[in-house]
Nanobody, 122 residues
Framework: QVQLVESGGGLLQAGGSLRLSCAAS????????MGWFRQAPGKEREFVAA????????SYADSVKGRFTISRDNAKNTVYLQINSLKPEDTAVYYC???????????????WGQGTQVTVSS
C-alpha cells in the first residue's frame, strides 16, 4: 500500500494562491490515479480534483474549475494541487488519495493521507 503525506497548507487571505503537495512512499505513484478531496468543519468530505496515472486525464469539481489545477510528477512521486483566487469557502482540510482510476467518489480511493489544513480569511 502506498503511504501519502500532504503539505503546503496554511493561513492565507482571500484572493491568494498556494500549492499543496502530496508525497508518496512505499510504492511508485505512477501505478495510481490520484485525487484531492477536502472536508470543511461539520461537512462531508468532498471531491476536488483527480488525475490519471499518466496525467493525461483530469477531473474537477464544478466549484473549483478554473481556480484549481491538479498535476503530478511521477519521477518525484508527488502530486500537486495549485489553488488560485482563494475564497473563504475553500477553508478545509485537504486530503490526497490514491486509487485505481480517476473518480469523483471517495470510495474508489484506497489510500489516504492525513490531510493538510487550509484556512482562508476574508
Amino acid at each position: 500500500q502506498v503511504q501519502l503525506v500532504e503539505s503546503g497548507g496554511g493561513l492565507l487571505q482571500a484572493g491568494g494562491s498556494l500549492r499543496l503537495s502530496c508525497a508518496a512512499s512505499g510504492r511508485t505513484l505512477s501505478r495510481y490515479a490520484m485525487g484531492w478531496f477536502r472536508q470543511a468543519p461539520g461537512k462531508e468530505r468532498e471531491f476536488v480534483a483527480a488525475i490519471s496515472w499518466s496525467g493525461d486525464s483530469t477531473s474537477y469539481a464544478d466549484s473549483v474549475k478554473g481556480r484549481f489545477t491538479i498535476s503530478r510528477d511521477n519521477a518525484k512521486n508527488t502530486v500537486y494541487l495549485q489553488i488560485n483566487s482563494l475564497k473563504p469557502e475553500d477553508t478545509a482540510v485537504y486530503y490526497c488519495a490514491a486509487g485505481p482510476v480517476v473518480s469523483t467518489h471517495k470510495g474508489t480511493f484506497g489510500s489516504w493521507g492525513q490531510g493538510t489544513q487550509v484556512t482562508v480569511s476574508s
